[in-house]
């Protein structure tokens, strides 16, 4: 007798869906994620600097300290890109007509954060920025990338104040940048994706971001500004194993940007060039210190760290 449930609903040929979601990375979806923010770095999504950063008048109006000269700036985001290359990074880009009116799109850093279920889309903080999500998610959605959660409702998130040190540990910024409700969301999702510990700091005034205060140089030492940085911050991470470089040198930390570095693996980095006592402490670590000239750059308010959207590091 034939059934009277019809496969779709259960019946004779229905099959479930067998895999987790992650088990599906590298089938349905690209390869993509991170477990921890000193994995090895394997692909990046940058954008280089377009019509976005033409004719600017005004910097306070767009988050810049000054105007940015427009070949100069590409010239130092092309060698930023060179560097990722010539250390077996992929390097994508956000293409997008639209990014042509969002003068900070090229800190990609900003606008999502990956993990290793997908990416967390932000809502930026700032009006000027509003909107940059809509590419972020499509340009995500074209990379062949799941993305797990969009901050919405009045939840303000920007990707720097999640910092996945690794399966463990988690710290979630609150601050100008990121507020309450989106910690909240964040917060849960990442208890989700099993991290144990995730604590929630809140972020200097003067600072936008949790990454302006500590940086993770690899898998055994962290940059921290003393003052800056809370407590919390610096104990917790001594309770999981971490040295702490303490970096003293003020000028180099908001001049020369020189805790806003990114790892590549456990024996490099990648650094504004020029901070010579930061760098000394980072190289007394055995890490290698690759300098590249964004000083242009930097007058839009980031270096490294804040003009490279992690797409994916592999676990070692």
């Known amino acids: ?16 869906r067998k895999e987790y979601h992650t088990e599906e990375i590298g089938t349905i979806w690209n390869e993509f994620g991170l477990s921890s923010e000193t994995d090895v770095l394997k692909h990046v999504l940058l954008r280089r600097p377009g019509k976005e950063i033409e004719n600017i008048e005004e910097p306070n109006s767009v988050l810049w300290t000054s105007i940015m000269d427009v070949e100069k700036a590409r010239f130092q985001h092309d060698q930023l890109a060179q560097v990722y290359r010539e250390n077996g990074v992929k390097v994508d880009y956000i293409i997008d007509d639209n990014a042509n009116y969002f003068p900070n799109i090229i800190f990609v850093r900003d606008t999502f954060t990956m993990t290793s279920e997908g990416a967390i889309l932000s809502r930026l903080a700032s009006q000027v920025r509003a909107g940059e999500e809509q590419i972020l998610a499509k340009t ?7 993305i797990i959660a969009s901050a919405h409702n009045n939840m303000i998130l920007e990707g720097p104040d999640i910092v996945i040190v690794n399966p463990d540990l988690a710290f979630l910024g609150i601050g100008l940048r990121t507020n309450d409700e989106a910690v909240k969301f964040v917060y849960n999702l990442l208890k989700l994706q099993g991290i144990t510990e995730i604590k929630v700091i809140q972020t200097t005034y003067g600072c936008g971001h949790l990454d302006g205060v500590f940086n993770l140089i690899n898998s055994k030492n962290a940059a921290l500004v003393p003052r800056r940085a809370s407590y919390e911050i610096y104990s917790t991470l001594k309770r999981h194993g971490y040295t702490i470089i303490e970096l003293t040198n003020l000028t180099e930390v908001d001049e020369k940007m020189s805790i806003n570095f990114i790892t590549l693996n456990d024996e490099a980095i990648v650094i504004n060039k020029g901070a010579k006592d930061s760098i000394g402490k980072y190289r007394s670590c055995g890490v290698n210190c690759i300098e590249v000239d964004l000083t242009e750059l930097m007058k839009g308010g980031g270096s490294v760290h804040c003009l490279t959207g992690v797409i994916r590091r592999e676990c070692k």
Not at 140 to 146: D, R, W
């Open 1 to 16: 007798m034939k059934s009277i449930v019809d496969s779709a609903h259960g019946g004779e040929g229905w099959v479930g």
């Open 140 to 146: 995500v959605s074209q990379l062949g990338i799941p």
